[in-house]
């Protein structure tokens, strides 16, 4: 992907900043207005009635940027290329804007969802499908098309499942489009390094009225967008620079163990694992008395003492970047392992991190009675 001038870029990224910033004070005076407000509750993590709907500032943000970015680089050609993306935003963040405003039934959201998976990889499908004769590994390749079109999906649903602070997501995802876009411009990948880190300027500019204390939540509109981009961005990454295909994992470690092992858990113990409920591990330390900012602080500890380092470690053992995706696969194996040892290591802390919090609750529980 072609990249557009250091200091053109530098101007793009702080125009999408300021129009974020800008369009999510709009969103508030909106929500305030239409009285689009969280009530907190027995399943919600705040105390005060919190106005939703702000993450459709990073929306704007990001397809304006993106439009930006094409017609500088490649025009109506470019242009054509970035609709599959700009049509599946569009439809997470259509179905997360009307469940923003009334609630909608899972299946249709999962619905819509799924339709924006296929938008996204259809262009990849048809490219495949041209030479289905002369591909004998053509089945796989399906496969993996099903795999990461599962994987968008999951990710998108995920991501909403961790937005129930104040923060925590936008901290997160603006961790993993940093790491992911350093990433790329190491290896000399700048198109795919200025695109994910414009997906970083939309989501720092409404990071400020999200954390540390929330004037309002992103809502289903902007929860379900950033997970997709989230996705894209590890696809990127890993088509980009195959040879260190791990770093997009490792640096979602936090956000995927603690979304699946608890999605697991409550599928494992017969419970209603499609409902609203406040088992996640950020969840149970809020109730433990832990403050929004100091959970946040755990997660962001996680991802710079521990995901960072074992991303920086497996780099330095395999130096895959300097050669780009064309290089040999030196780090193959180091990235192996600390794929392996980080989420080993997060699955522990995360089982760790419940008993804590079951034991600190039944503490609680027993000295007030």
């Given at each position: 992907?072609?990249?557009?001038?250091?200091?053109?870029?530098?101007?793009?990224?702080?125009?999408?900043?300021?129009?974020?910033?800008?369009?999510?004070?709009?969103?508030?005076?909106?929500?305030?207005?239409?009285?689009?407000?969280?009530?907190?509750?027995?399943?919600?993590?705040?105390?005060?009635?919190?106005?939703?709907?702000?993450?459709?500032?990073?929306?704007l943000a990001v397809v304006l940027?993106?439009?930006?970015?094409?017609?500088?680089?490649?025009?109506?050609?470019?242009?054509?290329?970035?609709?599959?993306?700009?049509?599946?935003?569009?439809?997470?963040?259509?179905?997360?804007?009307?469940?923003?405003?009334?609630?909608?039934?899972?299946?249709?959201?999962?619905?819509?969802?799924?339709?924006?998976?296929?938008?996204?990889?259809?262009?990849?499908?048809?490219?495949?499908?041209?030479?289905?004769?002369?591909?004998?590994?053509?089945?796989?390749?399906?496969?993996?098309?099903?795999?990461?079109?599962?994987?968008?999906?999951?990710?998108?649903?995920?991501?909403?499942?961790?937005?129930?602070?104040?923060?925590?997501?936008?901290?997160?995802?603006?961790?993993?489009?940093?790491?992911?876009?350093?990433?790329?411009?190491?290896?000399?990948?700048?198109?795919?390094?200025?695109?994910?880190?414009?997906?970083?300027?939309?989501?720092?500019?409404?990071?400020?009225?999200?954390?540390?204390?929330?004037?309002?939540?992103?809502?289903?509109?902007?929860?379900?967008?950033?997970?997709?981009?989230?996705?894209?961005?590890?696809?990127?990454?890993?088509?980009?620079?195959?040879?260190?295909?791990?770093?997009?994992?490792?640096?979602?470690?936090?956000?995927?163990?603690?979304?699946?092992?608890?999605?697991?858990?409550?599928?494992?113990?017969?419970?209603?694992?499609?409902?609203?409920?406040?088992?996640?591990?950020?969840?149970?330390?809020?109730?433990?008395?832990?403050?929004?900012?100091?959970?946040?602080?755990?997660?962001?500890?996680?991802?710079?003492?521990?995901?960072?380092?074992?991303?920086?470690?497996?780099?330095?053992?395999?130096?895959?970047?300097?050669?780009?995706?064309?290089?040999?696969?030196?780090?193959?194996?180091?990235?192996?392992?600390?794929?392996?040892?980080?989420?080993?290591?997060?699955?522990?802390?995360?089982?760790?991190?419940?008993?804590?919090?079951?034991?600190?609750?039944r503490t609680v529980g027993s000295?007030?009675?």
């Amino acid at each position: 992907m072609q990249g557009v001038p250091q200091a053109v870029w530098w101007l793009l990224a702080l125009a999408t900043a300021v129009v974020s910033l800008l369009a999510t004070r709009a969103s508030i005076r909106y929500a305030h207005r239409r009285r689009l407000f969280d009530q907190p509750g027995q399943r919600r993590s705040h105390s005060l009635p919190t106005p939703r709907g702000g993450g459709i500032a990073i929306v704007l943000a990001v397809v304006l940027s993106m439009l930006a970015l094409v017609e500088i680089r490649n025009g109506v050609a470019g242009m054509l290329a970035s609709m599959p993306l700009l049509g599946a935003i569009t439809l997470v963040a259509l179905v997360g804007w009307i469940d923003d405003h009334r609630s909608l039934a899972a299946g249709w959201r999962l619905l819509v969802h799924c339709l924006a998976a296929i938008v996204l990889g259809v262009p990849a499908l048809i490219l495949v499908l041209r030479d289905t004769g002369s591909n004998p590994a053509l089945p796989w390749v399906i496969a993996a098309w099903l795999c990461c079109g599962l994987a968008l999906v999951w990710s998108i649903n995920l991501h909403n499942f961790m937005d129930g602070i104040d923060g925590l997501l936008g901290t997160q995802a603006l961790f993993v489009f940093c790491v992911l876009a350093w990433i790329c411009d190491q290896a000399g990948r700048v198109g795919e390094a200025q695109q994910i880190g414009l997906f970083a300027a939309a989501t720092l500019g409404f990071l400020p009225f999200n954390f540390p204390r929330a004037r309002i939540f992103m809502g289903d509109v902007g929860s379900g967008v950033l997970g997709l981009l989230v996705a894209v961005a590890v696809f990127r990454q890993m088509a980009a620079v195959p040879s260190a295909f791990w770093v997009g994992f490792i640096a979602c470690s936090a956000f995927i163990v603690d979304s699946t092992a608890t999605l697991l858990s409550r599928m494992l113990s017969g419970r209603r694992w499609y409902s609203a409920h406040r088992e996640h591990l950020y969840q149970w330390l809020v109730r433990c008395g832990y403050s929004h900012p100091r959970v946040v602080g755990m997660y962001m500890g996680w991802n710079l003492a521990i995901a960072l380092p074992m991303i920086y470690w497996s780099l330095q053992t395999g130096d895959p970047l300097p050669g780009g995706p064309e290089s040999a696969d030196p780090g193959s194996a180091s990235g192996t392992w600390a794929l392996v040892l980080t989420y080993l290591l997060a699955v522990a802390c995360w089982v760790a991190g419940k008993r804590y919090c079951l034991r600190a609750i039944r503490t609680v529980g027993s000295r007030s009675t």
